[in-house]
Antibody, heavy 123, light 110 residues
Framework: QVQLVESGGGVVQAGGSLRLSCAAS????????MHWVRQAPGKGLEWVAF????????YYADSVKGRFTISRDTSKNALYLQMNSLRPEDTAVYYC????????????????WGQGTLVTVSS | NFILTQPHSVSGSPGKTITISCTRS????????VQWYQQRPGSSPTMVIY?????PSGVPDRFSGSIDGASNSASLIISGLKTEDEADYYC?????????FGGGTTVTVL
């Protein structure tokens, strides 16, 4: 079954850290770039970060650059998002998403989404 | 960086056709493909159009996409509107190192 399953969300105080995980199955994980996308309560989608299929490049939205780190473990078919120096405005549902094309050099599209995990940052 | 601007809301009666626009603020709309996503309440987004006008398998042919260089915009057209089409719709494009979503359009079936 082709799917993405996120975990690791929760409540954290401002300034704290949290690590999100995403378990991928049903497709060749090593051939596709991966994204994190977030959605604040009642708001639209915001792209957060992308990692290339081979882990060779990472790209970030300006709003999280220097605070968040995306990584992947091909042996475990897993994607991660390390979030440090969290702020109340980081409160959102965080989605893991698969990039469509095989071996794309940069972000392209989002053809598979997980169910999301909620991160709440209290002030 | 660029911005994608969508109307906040669009509505239509069952069986009618609606169009959602997505205007790129800088750079040519034709320079990078545009995608569209549907998000029903309480659910994750799903892709309904990729590469400007292509439909993923399983998406009804009532959904179509196009781009217009003159207005520097993309459009999602939903024909034969059904109550199940009530959802938020997001356009998306990219540049070499970033992906950008439009602000989203709420579709209401009257």
């Amino acid at each position: 079954q082709v799917q993405l399953v996120e975990s690791g969300g929760g409540v954290v105080q401002a300034g704290g850290s949290l690590r999100l995980s995403c378990a991928a199955s049903g497709f060749t994980f090593s051939r596709h770039g991966m994204h994190w996308v977030r959605q604040a309560p009642g708001k639209g989608l915001e792209w957060v970060a992308f990692i290339r299929y081979d882990g060779g490049n990472e790209y970030y939205a300006d709003s999280v650059k220097g605070r968040f780190t995306i990584s992947r473990d091909t042996s475990k078919n897993a994607l991660y998002l390390q979030m440090n120096s969290l702020r109340p405005e980081d409160t959102a549902v965080y989605y893991c998403s698969k990039d469509g094309p095989v071996r794309a050099a940069g972000p392209y599209n989002f053809d598979l989404w997980g169910q999301g995990t909620l991160v709440t940052v209290s002030s | 960086n660029f911005i994608l601007t969508q109307p906040h809301s669009v509505s239509g009666s069952p069986g009618k056709t609606i169009t959602i626009s997505c205007t790129r603020s800088s750079g040519s709309i034709a320079s990078h493909f545009v995608q569209w996503y549907q998000q029903r309440p309480g659910s994750s987004p799903t892709m309904v159009i990729y590469e400007d006008s292509q439909r993923p398998s399983g998406v009804p042919d009532r959904f179509s996409g196009s781009i217009d260089g003159a207005s520097n915009s993309a459009s999602l057209i939903i024909s034969g509107l059904k109550t199940e089409d009530e959802a938020d719709y997001y356009c998306q494009s990219y540049d070499r190192t970033i992906a950008v979503f439009g602000g989203g359009t709420t579709v209401t079936v009257l």
